[in-house]
């Protein structure tokens, strides 16, 4: 027998032999492997499914109790760290999964880590699964199937993680809270649109994303995550075009509206209600792209539930609000920062909340974003609100306060 040294020694030399010819073979310049495939007339292989799909995401940490003058004063819709028991928050965590899985089809989900619509926290929720099946080979028309953004304003349409405010104004996101539905919707996207939709966000101008030039569709009505509540369906149509001017300068506006029929969630015993009410609005939006000055602009109009305290009923009444936002575009040694002031108002129901809450409300922010880093955003905001909102517990609930609110977002 070999002794233990001699041994190792042999087995290290047939390793190495047998190793030999399979370092030989691996390709070492890619350009080449493929010219000696076409002479062999090995064909590619297709991608296997997990190369076709991809990941990404972003989280929102939060805190709102700075400078704040009053405890009571307090936000459901937009953060409900907002006021008296809030803290540290984890406004958004999310997971996104997507990739075009075949030419025509395109897969994208979205689930959430952040807080629940019952104010929970750290709920894995879904947030967006839709397929999107391609009906030309330019990929210019297309349906999309299952849960997504019902294409209603230009910040509904917005991701949260490329917003400069840090919650979507009331007017119009009050129209589909949590900005999204169930249904299908047809969406045409020609050629130029589309490749301005994605200039916008390749040079981080904070654009929406491409929900087609022209969208329609239907959908429940009664918002995410929640199971339609009534045998009729909501339509939904947008009209909205990306000018770019001789001088660079993008420019976008937009027209939209919705119909539908709506049934109130959540009411209290004792008020008077309809099994359900008619639920429309229409709205315009003009967006003038910070290069470097920039200017948002927003308002809707419609109908819908609302609470009616001297009646104690919750009932159809006119419904309306917007906002209009300047911001600054300021680039540096690669770091991004944007200055901004948004004023927005709205009057009417939130027809997802209880009773219906009525509203009269007028916000004015002043803020900044900084992002030293393509991974990384700090966001201070500086907010004077003045809110009633009003049920049938709380009649006249009428908060004014200031506050101080931070952001560091995660991009992953």
Request: charged share 25%; with cysteine.
């Amino acid at each position: 027998m070999l002794p233990r040294t001699s041994r190792t020694a042999l087995c290290l030399t047939l390793v190495a032999i047998s190793a030999a010819p399979l370092v030989a073979q691996r390709p070492t310049d890619p350009a080449a492997d493929s010219a000696r495939r076409a002479e062999r007339r090995i064909p590619d292989a297709p991608a296997a499914w997990y190369e076709r799909l991809a990941w990404r995401g972003y989280a929102q940490i939060r805190y709102n109790r700075l400078l704040e003058t009053n405890p009571d004063l307090n936000c459901q819709q937009c953060d409900r760290s907002i006021g008296d028991n809030g803290g540290f928050f984890l406004r958004r965590g999310r997971l996104i999964l997507f990739g075009n899985v075949h030419p025509r089809v395109y897969v994208y989900v979205q689930p959430d880590y952040g807080s629940d619509a019952a104010g929970g926290l750290h709920y894995f929720q879904l947030r967006d699964a839709y397929f999107d099946l391609y009906l030309d080979a330019e990929r210019a028309h297309r349906l999309r199937f299952g849960q997504s953004k019902v294409p209603f304003g230009f910040e509904n349409l917005q991701s949260s993680q490329n917003r400069i405010p840090l919650d979507r104004h009331d007017g119009m996101n009050s129209a589909v809270t949590n900005e999204r539905d169930i249904g299908v919707i047809y969406y045409w996207s020609p050629s130029a649109a589309a490749e301005r939709f994605r200039t916008l966000l390749a040079r981080g101008l904070k654009g929406s994303g491409d929900y087609g030039v022209f969208g329609f569709g239907l959908y429940n009505g009664q918002t995410a995550n929640r199971p339609e509540a009534n045998n009729s369906s909501h339509a939904v149509a947008r009209l909205t075009y990306p000018f770019e001017l001789a001088s660079g300068q993008f420019v976008e506006a937009s027209i939209q509206g919705y119909t539908g029929r709506f049934v109130v969630p959540t009411r209290t015993a004792g008020v008077t209600f309809e099994p359900e009410y008619l639920d429309e609005r229409v709205a315009a939006t003009f967006v003038w792209y910070a290069q470097p000055f920039g200017l948002q602009a927003e308002y809707n109009i419609g109908r819908g539930p609302q609470f009616v305290a001297g009646s104690n009923a919750i009932e159809s009444r006119r419904v309306e609000g917007g906002y209009v936002q300047a911001m600054y575009r300021i680039t540096k040694d690669r770091q991004v920062i944007q200055p901004f002031v948004r004023l927005h108002e709205f009057r009417g129901g939130k027809k997802m909340e209880l009773d219906a809450r009525r509203y009269d409300m007028t916000e004015f922010e002043i803020g900044v974003e900084w992002a030293p880093f393509s991974n990384f955003e700090l966001t201070a905001l500086y907010a004077t609100m003045d809110r009633l909102y009003e049920d049938a517990a709380n009649v006249g609930n009428r908060q004014k306060g200031q506050l101080l609110r931070l952001q560091a977002q995660f991009n992953y």
